[in-house]
């Protein structure tokens, strides 16, 4: 499986991106998809997850109520709506997949993509 994701930029606070990861390869063998964030000199923190198959999703308290998470099965993609942003949510975001369960803990995930840089001006 191969995840590429898009959509970083720059922003003011209060604004919104959307992030998507589009996977591509044995994509019948994910499960679920999340995304993670990791900030300068912090460790990598789970932000949302989604199961593929029926779509139910967890958030992390951060997103939770400004950031939501929507699949596109047909073309393989997950997006991750960031409404309200405030400096805080700056970092780097990851796309990862799942081939097991819905989880929020990096190292259950089979699969990542490369970073897409989100920086949220005060």
């Known amino acids: 499986v191969q995840l590429q994701a898009s959509g970083g930029g720059s922003v003011q606070a209060g604004g919104s991106l959307r992030l998507s990861c589009a996977a591509s390869g044995r994509t019948f063998s994910i499960y679920a998809m999340g995304w993670f964030r990791q900030a300068p000199g912090k460790e990598r923190e789970f932000v949302a997850a989604i199961n593929l198959r029926v779509g139910s999703a967890y958030f992390s308290a951060s997103a939770k109520g400004r950031f939501t998470i929507s699949r596109d099965n047909a073309k393989n993609t997950v997006n991750l709506q960031m409404n309200s942003l405030i400096p805080e949510d700056t970092a780097v975001y990851y796309c990862?997949?799942?081939?097991?369960?819905?989880?929020?803990?990096?190292?259950?995930?089979?699969?990542w993509g490369q970073g897409t840089q989100v920086t949220v001006s005060s």
């Open positions: 990862a997949a799942d081939t097991l369960a819905l989880t929020s803990t990096p190292d259950d995930y089979d699969y």
